[in-house]
């Protein structure tokens, strides 16, 4: 009786454990998904912003100094 009762034990710690596997796995996809759209984000008004310093840098004259490095490196 009492290895029915441990078996029964084993199964159900075995599906939780189960459950458990599959919902952290879900989550660190919904992370992954939110980590990726924060970046995009975060990307496309750098990109502009980089773009219009590099074109102020140009209209300047300013082609070697800090002004477009900076610009650059964003």
Same mark, same amino acid.
């Given at each position: ?36 759209? %924060?970046?995009?984000? $975060?990307?496309?008004?750098? =990109? +502009? %912003?980089?773009?219009? $310093?590099?074109?102020?840098? =140009? +209209? ?15």
């Amino acid at each position: 009786m009492a290895d029915i009762e441990n078996g029964h034990a084993i199964g159900r710690l075995w599906r939780e454990i189960k459950a458990k596997e599959e919902y952290y796995k879900d989550r660190e996809q919904e992370i992954q998904v939110f980590m990726e759209n %924060v970046a995009y984000q $975060l990307k496309t008004p750098l =990109a +502009a %912003v980089s773009e219009t $310093l590099i074109y102020m840098a =140009a +209209a300047q004259g300013s082609q070697t100094g800090s002004f477009r490095s900076f610009a650059e490196e964003i």
